[in-house]
Structure formats: structure tokens, C-alpha cells
């Protein structure tokens, strides 16, 4: 009798564990901003992913599947082993899509999403600008910029980071910031002088402050640009880049119970 019941406890728990033995996808990175391009350019970006699961994952291109026809993933399709890494890339055709793209691709297992990839940017119409002469290179306006990158690290969804970075023009001509573009709602800018006066210009030698406020709605690793179109000719665009690991909460769970008032060590 006693064989007999651990036999079929075997046989539960070997079939316990089968339910659960399944692939899964790992991307360090779920989420890419190209910023600004060209119309006329495809916009190409690869995610790399670990199959972090304890079965194969079985690749397929059926599975993969873009939220437009103007996304196409590209994939080696087959067995992604236990412990391997796999790739998908995404390709974005910019022709005749001038404005701001925000593309998602979903990977299906079965019959259920196991991940969604997302694809954002800005496609501006190509210009093709005089090359300027070395003379009027000298007389031009030049922005700088102590840095164009800030991490926050690790960040609560739904709070709000900002930081300020320092901007002079060092050239000889008025700089002028005609616009400040972004693909994510999710940021907002203020450029202003000492005295807090905002302004869209910079006299020559003077200093601003670029201040940018960063709200990004989904979990995980985030990366979003900020560009700023300027009349300096060596530099029309330049792009600031804010990241952030955002987690649910910044708070640790205790793994004892609260709230019910009752106490595992109560007698």
C-alpha cells in the first residue's frame, strides 16, 4: 500500500513539475528610442534575449508579430536552449512617416503574449543644407554641453526624476533653440538662464540650464532622448539621453504578514 501511494505522489509531483518546466524570454533591454531620423532611412535596432527558462524555447516567425506593417522582425528561427541567447531585430521603414512613431512588437507563446518589444522615435523630413564655409564656421553660433546623458537609477513607477545639465554658447553668432522634440510624453524641459527667465536663445559666451523632468510610465530598463534643434551648423541636433531601472516599489516586502494583526509568534 505504502509503494502504492508514493508511486502516484511520484507521479503527481513529476507532472507538477512538467506544468511548470517552460522557456522564458530575458530581455535586459525591452524598450529602444532612436530619436530623431531622416525620412528615407529604415530604422533598424536588435534586442538580445537569455532564454532564462528550463526548456527550449521554440522561435518562430508566426509568433513574432508587429503592431504595423511598417515593423518588420527579423529572427534566426529554431531551438533557443536553456541558458542561450537568441535575437530580434526590428526594422522601422521611415518613408512617408514624418512625425512621431511608437511601434510595438508582441512575441506570442501558444496562445498567450510573452512580451511585448517597443520601437519609438521621431522622423523628420531629410533636408540637404549648404555645407558652410570655414569663415562662416568662425562667426556661427556653437552650442555645448557639460554632459548629454544622466542615469537615475533605480526609480518607483510613477515617480518623477529630473536633472539639470548646463548648456553655453561658445560661439559668435546668437545661438537659437528653434525646438525640443522627445518621442515619450513622459518628459517635459525648461532651458533658462540664472535668474530663472526662460528662453528659447543664447547671446554669445552666455550660459542656460536645460532642466528635464522624467516620468516613464512602464517597468524595467528605460532609455529616452530629448533633442534639441538648434542653428549651430555643426551641430543642427543635439540629443540628451535620461535612464532609469523602473521597479513597481521601492519598497522591500517583509515576509511576514501585516495588517491582520495577528503575529506568526503569538502563542
Known sequence: MAKKIIFILSLVLGATFASFAQGKYDFPVDKHDF???EEGSIASYEFEFTNSGDEPIN?????????????TPKLTEGLVQPGAKGKITTEFNTVGR???FNKTIHIFDSSNISKVLTIKGIVIKKEEAPAASEAQLKKAAKITADKTENHFGKIEKGQMVSYKFSLKNSGKDTLEISSVQSACSCIN???????NTAVT????GKSATLELTYNPPA?????DLVTLFTNDPQTPR?????????VESLIEKSPVKQGDGVSPFQK
Do not use: M, Q, W
Open 189 to 195: 524641459h525648461k532651458l533658462y538662464l540664472k535668474d
Open 59 to 71: 522561435l518562430k516567425r508566426e509568433n513574432v508579430r508587429p503592431s504595423c506593417g511598417c515593423t
Open 201 to 204: 536663445y543664447l547671446l554669445p
Open 238 to 246: 543635439l540629443a540628451f539621453v535620461l535612464t532609469a531601472d523602473v
Open 219 to 223: 517597468t524595467g530598463k528605460n532609455r
Open 35 to 37: 530619436g530623431v531620423i
Open 98 to 100: 514624418i512625425g512621431t
